[in-house]
């Protein structure tokens, strides 16, 4: 259905409070709700856990499966307009409740980000369609018969052997070095379709968020320069650089080509890796999207004029899609369930108390009962006046959380 502008505090034509919907009940959702009732919109979320972070602060909380017809029966009945906060949405469910509610991002697009084959071949499509600003992904070869398994050029190895669907924080994945390991790692996998990722010489990892209209309008926020551990984003920094360098703008742009191509409506994160290819600035190549506000983009809850959350209500909701400046530098720290652990095993606390006592901290917990190693509990987002404030407070707080140092 297309999108209607949705004014905040108003009613809908069936006399009910406005009320945007998400499926999926992550902390992701939970962001999205705090942002929508800030805004003074009811909201809805289907999750099938009672206990699920964002079911937990919505005004309504369906709890059945995602694909359950009940249950997006209620979710459109409730709503004037659903997102997602999961890729892994079935792309089908979206396609039912699009067709009586507006759905951003539409099923389709969401479908290309569920699948690695289809999303190298967008992002191939794409980089094609601008040859002077073009950013391909990694050279890949996609395998679903032992025949494709048996042609894979030799020169993508050492290379990632990756599952084409339902991969994420490094699962799914398979790092290989000779043809015999590619073999038994496609075994190990169940033989279920893969891309093979030729290992690059990454240099940096960053990425890029957008937010789209259904007017085509499209804003961005300032390249993020993102840090791994174990396959699992840790940190993020964002010091906007002025000038902002050519790679910033070539990173940006692709994003945007890649949100234009898809008519996307709603919030956009595109994944890049910086290579080393013996220039200065290094090149850029592109290795995933997520259709939904991202985990590099919590940054902007407390560094920017406006939230990668708030741009998915105000995208929805068919509200002017300003353009997010960033104010201050900022560094996000990923708090992992591992934090809630002492070195001898115990359950213990985090030291929110000496956190909170360092300027410029705001803590996120997504009121998961549970700590596991590994599982994502919240995020630190650290602001001030300079990006060397900015550290020095990143590195009290890591060696007060126990976190290794920048
Ligand atoms: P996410 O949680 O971001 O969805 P994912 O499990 O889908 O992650 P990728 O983003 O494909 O996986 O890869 C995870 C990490 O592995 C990357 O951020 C990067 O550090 C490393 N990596 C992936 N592909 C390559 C490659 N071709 N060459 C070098 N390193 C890579
Ligand atoms: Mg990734």
Not at 8 to 35: I, K, W
Not at 71 to 86: P, V, W, Y
Request: with cysteine.
């Amino acid at each position: 259905m297309s999108h209607q502008t949705l004014l905040p505090g108003s009613t809908s034509a069936r006399g009910q409070q406005l009320t945007l919907g998400v499926m999926g009940g992550g902390q992701l959702g939970r962001m999205f709700v705090h942002a929508a009732q800030a805004m003074g919109y009811f909201t809805a979320v289907l999750d099938p856990d009672p206990a699920s972070p964002a079911g937990r602060v919505s005004h309504y909380h369906i709890q059945t499966g995602y694909d359950d017809e009940q249950g997006l029966a209620q979710l459109m009945q409730r709503c004037d307009a659903i997102t997602t906060e999961f890729e892994n949405v079935p792309a089908a469910a979206l396609l039912t409740l699009g067709a009586h509610r507006p759905v951003a991002p539409a099923s389709h697009c969401v479908a290309v980000a569920q699948d690695r084959v289809k999303e190298k071949a967008l992002f191939v499509d794409v980089a094609s369609a601008h040859p002077d600003q073009a950013v391909f992904p990694a050279p890949y070869a996609t395998i679903t018969t032992p025949e494709l398994l048996a042609a894979v050029p030799g020169d993508l190895l050492p290379g990632i052997l990756k599952t084409a669907r339902l991969g994420y924080d490094g699962k799914g994945q398979v790092r290989v070095a000779t043809r015999d390991e590619l073999a038994a790692a496609w075994d190990e996998l169940g033989r279920v379709p893969c891309v093979l990722e030729k290992m690059l010489p990454l240099v940096a990892e960053c990425s890029v968020i957008v937010a789209r209209g259904a007017d085509g309008a499209c804003v961005h926020f300032p390249v993020q320069r993102n840090l791994h551990r174990d396959g699992i984003l840790a940190i993020t920094e964002v010091y906007e650089e002025k000038p902002a360098s050519g790679l910033d703008f070539k990173a940006i742009n692709a994003t945007k080509f890649i949100a234009s191509h898809l008519n996307y409506v709603g919030v956009l994160c595109v994944e890049f890796f910086i290579i080393d290819d013996g220039s200065a600035d290094g090149a850029l190549v592109v290795n995933e999207m997520a259709p939904r506000p991202h985990n590099s983009g919590h940054y902007t809850q407390n560094a920017c004029t406006v939230s990668q959350f708030e741009l998915q209500v105000r995208a929805m909701a068919g509200l002017p899609l300003v353009p997010p400046r960033l104010h201050s530098p900022t560094i996000m720290l990923n708090l992992l369930g591992d934090l809630w652990f002492a070195p001898n095993g115990n359950l213990r606390a985090p030291d929110w108390a000496g956190v909170l006592a360092q300027s410029g901290t705001h803590l996120h917990l997504y009121g998961k009962l549970d700590a596991r190693r590994g599982r994502k509990m919240g995020h630190l987002n650290i602001t001030g006046p300079t990006a060397e404030a900015v550290r020095t407070t990143a590195q009290q707080v890591c060696a007060l959380l126990g976190l290794p140092p920048l």
